[in-house]
Antibody, heavy 119, light 107 residues
């Protein structure tokens, strides 16, 4: 069964750094683009960007450019999302999702990683 | 950036009724690159429709999508209890954006 497995929930203080992960299970993550999506508490879905793990080509939504960094380690089929200095407004659920090759929508989703930033 | 506006914000219906959800784009969506997702509380979204009208794998045929250009519709022919959820449209023809969602609730 094809799955994306994300790292567990995180609690951090403002100003701290964080890196969360998304690992494929059952297919080669390097052959698909991986998207990151934010969902703030009680709110809708926001597309953050996509990365191609095979060569780490990354495209960011203008709203998230400079706010986060997407990366990947193709040797372990894992994509990452990281922050260098968290803010309280980064509190949200973060999903990774696979971009389907033939039609561009997000066909497989990870279970989500809840990030809480609080002093 | 293409802005997607979904209406209504909330749809109150009974099981067995027909649900019609709208998604309007601020500019034409190329190649009907429009998807619909369902999200239930505490769960990740699930792809229902891609290419404006193609059902994703395992999606029941009571879900159908239509439209082109700037106007798209998701129709649920007869609501089942498990269909009460939030639905999002997404365009992937020019970068990617999501609509703000429509909640389908039990009347």
């Amino acid at each position: 069964e094809v799955q994306l497995v994300q790292s567990g929930a995180e609690v951090r203080k403002p100003g701290e750094s964080l890196k969360i992960s998304c690992k494929d299970s059952g297919y080669s993550l390097t052959t698909y683009w991986i998207a990151w999506v934010r969902q703030m508490p009680g709110k809708g879905l926001e597309w953050m960007g996509i990365i191609y793990p095979d060569d780490s080509d990354a495209r960011y939504s203008p709203s998230f450019q400079g706010q986060v960094i997407m990366s990947a380690d193709k040797s372990i089929s894992t994509a990452y999302l990281q922050w260098s200095s968290l803010k309280a407004s980064d509190t949200a659920m973060y999903y990774c999702a696979r971009v389907a090759v033939y039609f561009g929508a997000f066909d497989i989703w990870g279970q989500g990683t809840m990030v809480t930033v609080s002093s | 950036e293409i802005v997607l506006t979904q209406s209504p914000g909330t749809l109150s219906l009974s099981p067995g009724e027909r649900a019609t959800l709208s998604c309007r784009a601020s500019q034409s969506v190329s190649s009907s690159s429009l998807a619909w997702y369902q999200q239930k509380p505490g769960q990740a979204p699930r792809l229902l429709i891609y290419g404006a009208s193609s059902r994703a794998t395992g999606i029941p045929d009571r879900f159908s999508g239509s439209g082109s250009g700037t106007d798209f519709t998701l129709t649920i022919s007869r609501l089942e209890p498990e269909d009460f959820a939030v639905y999002y449209c997404q365009q992937y023809g020019s970068s990617r954006t999501f609509g703000q969602g429509t909640k389908v609730e039990i009347k």
